[in-house]
C-alpha cells in the first residue's frame, strides 16, 4: 500500500501566503496609546515613545528579511507614509530597544490545551560570523560558535523552550532546564532525545515527574540500576528489541527537532549579527518567536 497524503494542501499554501501578511498586521497601532501609558506608569526618565509590540514587529521583519538597523530605519520612513502620525525610530533607538525586549516563546492570543504533549529535545551550533570559508580557512580565526538548545513539540513543530550557550557546554547539561521550561505552560507526557542526553540524572529527573523517557541510551550501556532503575529498564528494552523501543516510545518523532533546526536555518540564516553573547542569546529568541508566530499562522489555516 503506498503513502497517502491526506494534507490539506490548498489551506497549507494559503497559511504559507499569509505569514508574509502577518508580518505586517498593525493591529497593533490601536492599542499604541493604551500600551504606552501602561509602559510609561512610574517610569523614571524621559518616557517611551514606541511600544514593546511595534519594536518587536520591526525585530520580526528585520529577522527575516536580513535588514540591518540603518535599513530597518528605512523601512519605518517608508511604513510611515502610509500611516499618519508614525514616525520613524533612528537605528540606535531600533538597536537599544530590541536588546532591552523581553521575548517570550509563548504567543499572547494561543490557548494552551490540557492535553499531554511530547517534546524533541536537541542542539545545534550557529556561527557568530559571515566571513566565509576563503577567511575561515586562510586567516584561520577562532571566533567559536554559539549552541542552541530547543525543546519542540512533535505535534504542532512549535518551539516550547530555549536556551542558548557557548560551544563548550554539553547537550546533556541543558535537559532539565529545557524541559522545567516546558512544563511550566505544557503537561509534558514524553521526551524524546538523542544519546548526548543519556545519563542516570536526566532519567532520575523525568522519572520524579512521572514523565516517559524516550532518551536512547548509549551503545555500550549495560543493564544495571547504580541508582537509576529508571535507566536500567530502558537500557534492557532496548538492548532485547531495539525496533520495539522505538515504536514504544515513537522515537521516530525526535527528527522534529532536527526539522526545526533545518527550517530555522533556512528561514533566518546560520550565523548571528549581535557581537556580545546578550544581544546574540536575544537575537536568537526574537528569531524564535517569529519562527513560532509562522508556525501558528500556518497551523490555524490547517489544524490537521
Known amino acids: 500500500m503506498g503513502f497517502v497524503d491526506c494534507r490539506d494542501w490548498k489551506a497549507y499554501n494559503e497559511g504559507l501566503v499569509r505569514r508574509g501578511e502577518i508580518l ?13 501609558e501602561a509602559m510609561n506608569r512610574g517610569k523614571e526618565g524621559s518616557e517611551f515613545k514606541y511600544p514593546n509590540s511595534f519594536i518587536r514587529l520591526l525585530g520580526s521583519i528585520r529577522s527575516l528579511f536580513h535588514l540591518a ?59 557568530v560570523s559571515n566571513r566565509g570559508d576563503w577567511i575561515r580557512w586562510n586567516w584561520r580565526p577562532r571566533k567559536g560558535y554559539l549552541k542552541i538548545h530547543i525543546a519542540v513539540d512533535v505535534k504542532t513543530n512549535r518551539l516550547v523552550a530555549l536556551e542558548v550557550t557557548s560551544e563548550k557546554v554539553g547537550d546533556g547539561c541543558k535537559f532539565k532546564p529545557l524541559v522545567k521550561a516546558a512544563m511550566k505552560r505544557h503537561r509534558v507526557f514524553r521526551v524524546l532525545a538523542d544519546g548526548a542526553h543519556d545519563s542516570r540524572e536526566n532519567f532520575n529527573f523525568l522519572a520524579q515527574n512521572g514523565i516517559d523517557p524516550g532518551i536512547k541510551v548509549r551503545a555500550n550501556s549495560v543493564p544495571k540500576s547504580r541508582g537509576c532503575p529508571t535507566r536500567k529498564q530502558a537500557v534492557a528494552e532496548r538492548l532485547n528489541n531495539p525496533e520495539g523501543w522505538k515504536r514504544n516510545h515513537g522515537y521516530g518523532l525526535r527528527l522534529r527537532a532536527e526539522s526545526f533546526f533545518s527550517s530555522f536555518k533556512r528561514t533566518f540564516g546560520e550565523h548571528v549579527t549581535a557581537k556580545k553573547f546578550r544581544n546574540m542569546a536575544k537575537e536568537i529568541a526574537l528569531k524564535a518567536f517569529t519562527y513560532n508566530l509562522l508556525i501558528q499562522t500556518t497551523a490555524n489555516l490547517n489544524p490537521t
Not at 498586521?25 to 496609546?33: G, S, T
Not at 538597523?69 to 530597544?97: C, H, M, W
Open 69 to 127: 538597523f540603518r535599513q530597518s530605519e528605512g523601512f519605518v520612513r517608508g511604513l510611515s507614509k502610509f500611516i499618519p502620525g508614525l514616525k520613524a525610530p533612528d537605528y540606535s533607538t531600533i538597536n537599544r530597544r530590541l536588546n532591552q525586549l523581553r521575548i517570550s516563546l509563548d504567543l499572547d492570543y494561543v490557548e494552551e490545551g490540557d492535553e499531554p504533549i511530547t517534546i524533541a529535545v536537541d542542539a545545534s551550533g550557529m556561527k
Open 24 to 36: 505586517l498586521d498593525l493591529d497593533l497601532m490601536e492599542d499604541w496609546e493604551e500600551e504606552l
